[in-house]
């Protein structure tokens, strides 16, 4: 009598604990969907698919006619968590804003970080074309990138 009711505990606990890893999933990958706009950059990762690379194109084509012009990339952490780059360009620099405010690991540099750059591109390898950003004052360094890109997304080609 006393097994069974262990078992019953055992079993009843187990059912819990599997309901409540479904719904945590599952309310991740709701509010990453749900926080995702359209039009935005999205790449790949739980809740989300890769779509709208062409708004990258359009940033940088607009760059480089100095046209006002702003993106956004939404992407998640292998957890699931949400991630959110903003690049708004004022036809003279480069607005890059980075909020990894929803990751539960981002720990101590968790939050919302601004950061201005001079440029943008893409460059192709033999497998995927690399969107960046160059010429970044990095806030929290307080230096400025000397040449080096700050790769922001890689699309395998074809």
């Not at 009843?12 to 749900?34: D, M, R, W």
């Not at 001079?118 to 000397?146: F, H, L, M, P, Q």
């Amino acid at each position: 009598m006393i097994r069974t009711r262990v078992n019953g505990v055992i079993i009843g606990l187990a059912i819990v604990l599997v309901l409540s890893c479904a719904y945590i999933y599952a309310s991740k990958n709701e509010k990453s969907l749900e926080t995702s706009k359209e039009g935005d950059v999205t790449t790949e990762g739980p809740g989300l698919t890769l779509s709208n690379v062409s708004q990258l194109d359009r940033f940088i084509d607009d760059i480089n006619a100095n046209k006002e012009s702003e993106v956004r990339i939404v992407s998640q952490t292998d957890e699931g968590d949400l991630l959110i780059t903003e690049l708004i360009y004022d036809g003279r620099k480069i607005l890059h804003r980075y909020d990894n405010s929803r990751d539960d690991l981002a720990g101590a540099f968790r939050g919302v970080r601004d950061t201005v750059c001079t440029g943008a591109g893409k460059e192709e390898t033999d497998t995927n074309i690399r969107y960046y950003i160059k010429g970044c004052k990095w806030k929290d360094a307080g230096s400025v990138s000397t040449g080096e890109n700050y790769y922001l997304l890689a699309v395998p080609k074809g």
